[in-house]
């Protein structure tokens, strides 16, 4: 069997959003699963809209996603030769033709057309030139375009699109298009085959909208005599009023960037993508890398337009809330010393990082992670809810300072005695300390939730969290009796 050869070809006009890495993800994975190679390929030939930027972007975000691609970058603006090349090795054919017809006529022919309700196709003037005609029109410097010769007659394109079955467009339908421009530069329906052709891809796996080269395209590969590649072509991924994501509608949420920003494991974020238009028969959610190489087909993406649940002005969700949850999975249920790394630089980058967090302390705070991150979802919680046990400097939520701790005045009392009691204990655990706490409730006939509540706002400034005995482990016995001798001053 020959190796499968699939690519990866952005434009890269701004930064790499959802859409485009949910394609990355399907040719990786499907790369992958078959032992064959992903070839980037950086689709740069529009110079006003590329910029260096956007590549470094793109790059960046595939790196911190870990698609991994075997050959390349390549870049399509460093073909442009082989490209016209290629139009003039058609032509040489007879699979292609210069056309001299000006826009002005051809503005003509259209308004002529749209006025009879003909079809508004190029009519083939130029089809049936002479060779002296043509000679006469080079000779006198008339500009021309490089029209390819679609089939004409009854006949069709037909190809097997690995997702949408079989696929037909009768050539009475393509008229004879373009390929290269009256100023020399080729046309992209053109550049994309011919990079294709090049770089031997087998599966071109790419959104729908690509669809309407894909015929053209086949007449392309047939006139130059190349293998037609397979071609799958996924649906879209839209959002819930079924727009098209985009950035103008949607900002930065819809970029890859953003989603590394606000907290997610990079591997969480591959296995939401993946399962944006892709499932398998018993529908699971959750996929390690092997288990998803393992489990996907090409087969299993849907015709269906996929979802992509942006809630840009919900404040609890501020994405996909499936995203959310299976972030949260995996922050929850990862080896804590996989997630480590993320949560130091997030506190690098909040610059709460101690160096001693990966030395002396390096034991306290991975139980401190673990502890913790069952009540987050994204990484970033790290820094503004566990700000409390990296951090002196945390602020405490009025909604915990009013309801748990000014609310009872008695704590006022119970604190600085509660201090005096987990201060005394020769081994600080859990069990040692709710034995403090609960004893100290009963003696002073306070309801343990009132005492258990007020404590937890007044060592984290927080009116939720873990288990209150496990935070106080966190917290550490010496912060703990500080921070409820402080406490008393907040009266
Ligand atoms: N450069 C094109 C894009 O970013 C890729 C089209 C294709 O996959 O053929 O949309």
């Known amino acids: 069997m020959e190796e499968v050869r699939t690519r990866f070809p952005p434009s890269p006009s701004g930064y790499l959003h959802i859409g485009g890495a949910r394609t990355a993800i399907f040719n990786w994975l499907f790369a992958q699963k078959t032992g064959g190679k992903l070839i980037l390929r950086i689709e740069d030939t529009d110079a006003e809209r590329s910029s260096e930027e956007s590549i470094r972007g793109i790059i960046e975000s595939l790196k911190w996603l870990s698609i991994t691609w075997d050959e390349g970058p390549y870049f399509q603006s460093q073909f442009i030769n082989e490209h016209v090349a290629a139009a003039q090795k058609l032509i040489q054919l007879g699979h292609a033709y210069k056309c001299f017809c000006t826009k002005e006529e051809l503005d003509k022919k259209r308004e002529e057309a749209r006025k009879k309700k003909s079809a508004l196709q190029y009519d083939g003037t130029c089809r049936r030139l002479t060779s002296e005609e043509i000679s006469k029109k080079e000779a006198a410097g008339m500009p021309y375009t490089v029209r390819l010769k679609v089939p004409r007659g009854k006949g069709s394109v037909l190809f097997e699109d690995m997702v949408y079955g079989f696929i037909e467009k009768k050539y009475e339908d393509i008229e004879d298009f373009v390929i290269v421009r009256s100023n020399g530069r080729p046309l992209y329906v053109l550049s994309n085959a011919v990079d294709d052709i090049r770089d031997r891809i087998t599966h071109v796996i790419r959104g729908q ?6 015929p053209k395209q086949i007449l392309i590969y047939r006139a130059l005599g190349a293998p037609i ?4 072509h996924m649906s879209l991924t839209l959002d819930p009023k079924k727009a098209k994501i985009s950035k103008r509608t949607h900002g930065e949420l819809v970029a890859v960037h953003f989603y590394k920003e606000h907290g997610f494991l990079p591997w969480a974020f591959v296995n939401y993508l993946a399962l944006l238009g892709w499932s398998t028969s018993d529908s699971r959610e959750i996929f390690s890398k092997e288990d998803l190489i393992e489990a996907f087909s090409l087969e299993g993406i849907s015709r269906a337009n996929a979802i992509f649940d942006v809630r ?7 994405t996909d809330p499936k995203a959310i949850s299976i972030n949260t999975h995996y922050l929850r249920n990862l080896p804590v010393e996989e997630i480590e790394p993320y949560v130091r630089a997030e506190l690098e980058k909040a610059g709460m990082w101690d160096p001693d967090f990966e030395g002396m302390k390096r034991d306290w705070f991975l139980h401190t992670v673990d502890v913790i991150r069952s009540r987050y979802h994204v990484t970033t919680d790290f820094v503004t809810l566990g700000r409390p046990y990296f951090s002196e400097d945390y602020p405490v939520e009025p909604k915990a300072l009013e309801k748990n701790i000014l609310k009872h005045e008695g704590l006022k009392a119970w604190f600085p005695i509660l201090a005096d009691r987990l201060e ?21 006939e306070i309801k ?6 007020g404590i937890r706002a007044a060592v984290t400034g927080l009116a939720k969290g873990p288990g209150l005995f496990d935070v106080l482990i966190a917290v550490g016995q010496r912060r703990v009796v500080e921070r409820l001798r402080k406490a008393v001053t907040f009266f």
């Open 209 to 214: 909208d690509g669809l309407a080269n894909t």
């Open 229 to 232: 590649p397979r071609f799958a």
């Open 312 to 318: 840009k002005d919900d404040p609890k969700f501020f």
């Open 424 to 444: 005394a204990l020769k081994t600080f655990t859990a069990e040692e300390a709710e034995h403090v706490i609960r004893e100290m409730a009963e003696e002073f």
């Open 448 to 453: 343990a939730g009132i005492l258990i509540n």
